[in-house]
Antibody
């Protein structure tokens, strides 16, 4: 059974930093691109970042160099380092598995974690 | 960036109804279009991928269609558990983008 378990969220002051983790199990982690999607309270889904199985990374424009996605295949774990946090970064952050289809490498987000809440407030 | 516009933003329907939600892309995305369902307080779930392929375990009353810039999600014979928010997502190119969501309420 595929499982994605996020951790690391919490209350953080503006300007602070946080590292989110996503522990994966039930599949060959190293063979999949993994990513993050966030959702601000009462708002829609917003794509954040993805790291391919090769290690290549992609980010949404709003990241502006503040976020760094990484992975440790030996631990089947993905990370999101978030620096210079802003109030608008307040959201539930979901870890997602990405499974390709057709000739596209991204494909679909077929499994989601339960999410971890990041609250940026003084 | 590829913008996705869903319509309507919200709708009300009865159990047993057939409903259709549309998603329009600002550029040609071929069939790189996915649909997700989200219930309050829960993570989204994949329903449809590649515009029309049903994800494993998803009831057959859900179907998707379209290609290029115009897409639709249809739910036949609405069940009580189908009342939720639905999102489309394009995976043709990064940055990956979502539609703004369509909230489906019971009438």
């Amino acid at each position: 059974e595929v499982q994605l378990v996020e951790s690391g969220g919490g209350l953080i002051q503006p300007g602070g930093s946080l590292r989110l983790s996503c522990a994966a199990s039930g599949f060959s982690f190293r063979d999949y691109a993994m990513g993050w999607v966030r959702q601000a309270p009462g708002k829609g889904l917003e794509w954040v970042s993805v790291i391919r199985d090769s290690g290549r990374t992609f980010y949404a424009a709003f990241v502006e160099g503040r976020f760094t996605i990484s992975r440790d295949n030996s631990k089947s774990t993905m990370y999101l380092q978030i620096n210079s946090l802003r109030a608008e970064d307040t959201a539930v952050y979901y870890c997602v598995r990405t499974a390709p289809y057709g000739t596209g490498w991204y494909g679909k987000n077929d499994f989601w974690g339960q999410g971890t809440l990041v609250t940026v407030s003084s | 960036d590829d913008q996705l516009t869903q319509s309507p933003s919200s709708l009300s329907a009865f159990v047993g109804d057939r409903v259709t939600i549309t998603c329009r892309a600002s550029q040609n995305i071929d069939t790189y279009l996915n649909w997700y369902q989200q219930k309050p307080g829960k993570a989204p779930k994949l329903l449809i991928y590649a515009a029309s392929s049903l994800h494993s375990g998803v009831p057959s009353r859900f179907s998707g269609s379209g290609s290029g810039t115009e897409f639709a999600l249809t739910i036949n014979t609405l069940q009580p558990e189908d009342f939720a928010t639905y999102y489309c997502q394009q995976s043709c190119r990064t940055p990956i983008t979502f539609g703004q969501g369509t909230r489906l309420d019971i009438q």
